[in-house]
């Protein structure tokens, strides 16, 4: 009987996703960012008010102009709602707008909006911020920061766009909410758009850690590190609560001093006022109202009655007041920063120009624009104020530079509230670099191919590469069986990584062939120092040998080297089995772009020319298409199973999986 000879491969189609690289800046190292879900916020309602008698007090009524209406596009939130009826929901969205007016960032703020059952029916609301520290651009690393004002300090995403930034809950089954955007709420009604910004105050950062237990007084979480609000407040004597031991009875006292303030010179300014907020610090400690709140005595009937610590029937709050906003914008919600591209070493300084763009929520000083650099780590230093370029462009430069040394520096401004910026962010911080001829090569970091198969179409050789000064050029030699000596330039996709696709088909590789090559990088310098990788001899790649099999048999709880490609044979969470998984989920785009996922069983197989069978089981969620015929790309996503005789030309021997599907083939 006639046998066949040939290989097997299992092919996804789906949508390829564009890849964006993120690079630049000054590389500094930093302990990695922690990220926890916040305690939730739960804030009293008027049952436990000792002042909650409606007749022996004033329901202040402030209506600021209503928000304009914002697009999705225009606003600062991203609200995804659930259970929300419609007039519930245009409610905490008119809140929304309130805050979107009053708030800059360029990172939308992702709020889980939860219109839900409480089992408790005197709770009116919760939110619960999600919370990170030790990013990047944080001001003070060791310090929680709740990840909307996170993401507005650092200007991206710090986690997954599908998480929250904020979740927020309230209870559906009360009866006595007013929906109303009017600000004329009934006596007998909480009014929910003034309850939502409340609550979503907390969830930008009006909240902190400090508390009372069996007589002691604590701050931070489980790691005992506070927030940022935490950091602001003080006593009478103007001592900042975090100084004072956690778990101490000092520390209690001045919890419950009805004596601390928000140190916060924005709120001060805004209010036109010499004294700081006054911060809610009754004695005894009243859990989920002290210290998070403005003090409701003081605050109550003003402006700034948003924040102050019990919601109350017929009250009605559209706005944050002066003292509100200053706290806020102290903690970060206005903000400055200084971009600028670090200086490489140099030989020559005549003529450069150390190069600013200042960014600023509010103004800034333009003559405290300063640049500062040393000699000796700054024993010493040098200031220069910068000129003004315009559009927030600022130049400065060293006039008599000393050659053949180390040159230290940094940047700072001042905004009009005297909050000073620098770059880098950090105190004791700067950057350095050398000024003299160069003697350094560059640096190549790569990781070797030593092993390729046959049929693969191309080799894509990649390599990270440095230099102090800058790169004139890189190339790759490489040559075949010991033969000819080819030389290519490698293409740079960005000012470090490096790569070159050598195509395979025209060499005619057979198992058993060595292809060797060589990275070889020189810098610009007036040196043209050079580096090569390897430092010496040649990196060997051979094309793997696979023998011809008559049958072949695989549960994947073994011999996963057998497939190349782009599946992995794993068994993930939920999965009992090893098997062959796509990525989860696999790559989805836009338009024409496709990706073609491949997995390939190395070994050719002989098959007979009748009666030959392949028996697998195969599971299939895809994203469905428009028309039945998968060769049509209106098709959508689909798997198949195909097999080849040469490599070139694939057959399919089965159908088309559609989505949800299971085959037993």
């Known amino acids: ?62 209506n600021n102009s209503p928000p304009a209406r914002k697009s999705s596009e225009d606003s600062k939130f991203e609200v995804r709602y659930t259970g929300f009826t419609p007039e519930a929901q245009a409610a905490f969205q008119y809140a929304v707008d309130i805050w979107s007016s009053l708030l800059k960032t360029n990172v939308k703020i992702r709020v889980f909006a939860n219109w839900a059952f409480l089992e408790n029916i005197n709770t009116l609301a919760f939110v619960t911020p999600t919370e990170i520290r030790n990013f990047s651009e944080s001001p003070q690393p060791e310090v929680w920061y709740p990840m909307a004002l996170a993401e507005k300090l650092a200007g991206r995403n710090l986690n997954s766009v599908t998480e929250a930034d904020i979740v927020a809950t309230f209870n559906s089954r009360r009866d006595d909410w007013y929906f109303g955007l009017d600000g004329n709420c009934p006596p007998d009604k909480f009014d929910l758009v003034s309850v939502v910004l409340h609550e979503l105050g907390h969830g930008l950062g009006f909240s902190g850690t400090f508390r009372v237990s069996s007589s002691l007084g604590f701050f931070g979480l489980t790691d005992g590190k506070p927030k940022i609000y935490d950091t602001f407040l003080q006593n009478g004597l103007g001592q900042y609560l975090t100084s004072f031991q956690s778990g ?11 004596s601390v303030t928000f140190e916060s010179f924005i709120a001060r300014t805004l209010a036109s006022s010499v004294a700081n907020p006054r911060i ?61 591209t670090p200086m490489r070493d140099q030989e020559v300084l005549a003529g450069k120009k150390f190069q600013i763009k200042v960014l ?32 927030g462009w600022f130049e400065a430069e060293i006039t008599s530079p000393i050659p053949e040394s180390t040159i230290s520096y940094y940047f700072d401004v001042l905004d009009i509230f005297n909050r000073k910026y620098r770059y880098p962010l950090r105190e004791q911080q700067f950057v350095s670099f050398y000024y003299g001829v160069d003697t350094q090569k560059p640096v190549i970091v790569h990781n070797p191919v030593t092993e390729i198969i046959q049929f693969m179409p191309a080799l894509t050789l990649q390599a990270a590469i440095t230099d102090n000064i800058g790169l004139e050029g890189v190339v790759l030699r490489y040559r075949v069986n010991e033969g000819a000596v080819t030389e290519v330039t490698m293409t740079a996709a960005d000012e470090l990584n490096y790569s070159y696709v050598l195509g395979l088909s025209a060499l005619s590789l057979k198992p058993g062939d060595k292809i060797e090559y060589q990275i070889e990088a020189t ?28 049958t072949y048999v695989n549960n994947f709880s073994g011999n996963q080297g057998d497939f190349y490609g782009d599946f992995t044979i794993s068994t993930p969470t939920g999965f009992v089995n090893p098997a062959i ?30 009666n030959a069978t392949i028996e697998f089981d195969e599971v299939v969620l895809v994203e469905p298409g428009t028309v039945n015929d998968y060769t049509n790309p209106l098709f959508g996503d689909y798997v198949i199973v195909e097999a080849s005789a040469d490599l070139q030309n694939w057959v399919p021997l089965t159908p088309a999986m559609i989505p949800g599907s299971i085959l037993s083939g």
């Open 523 to 550: 810098d610009s310098s007036s040196q043209r120092n050079v580096a090569v990788f390897p430092p010496s001899g040649w990196v060997t790649v051979t094309v793997k040998t696979f023998e011809v099999k008559e």
């Open 360 to 391: 600023s929520d509010t103004a800034y000083q333009n003559n405290s624009v300063t640049f500062h650099y040393s000699y000796d780590g700054f024993s010493t230093q040098n200031q220069v104020i910068m000129s003004p370029l315009g559009e």
């Open 280 to 340: 809610f610090a009754p004695n005894p400690y009243q859990p989920g109202s002290s210290i998070s709140h403005l003090d409701e005595n003081t605050y109550e009937n003003t402006s700034d009655a948003l924040m102050t610590p019990y919601a109350e029937r017929g009250k009605v709050t559209h706005g944050a007041g002066p003292h509100t906003k200053g706290m806020l914008y102290q903690m970060g919600w206005l903000h400055t920063v200084i971009q600028h």
């Open 1 to 62: 009987m006639k046998k066949l000879c040939g290989w097997v491969r299992i092919s996804l189609k789906g949508l390829l996703p564009a890849l964006i690289a993120l690079y630049g800046g000054a590389s500094y190292v930093y302990a990695q960012p922690q990220i926890r879900q916040g305690q939730p916020i739960v804030c009293a309602y008027d049952h436990f008010n000792p002042h909650n008698l409606q007749a022996q007090r004033k329901i202040l009524h402030i």
């Open 581 to 610: 998984h796509s990525p989860h989920p696999y790559p989805k785009g836009t338009g024409s772009s496709a990706t073609d996922l491949v997995y390939t069983l190395l070994y050719p197989v002989k098959v007979a020319e009748e």
């Open 248 to 258: 101490t009875l000092p520390l209690a006292n001045q919890i419950t001093s009805n």
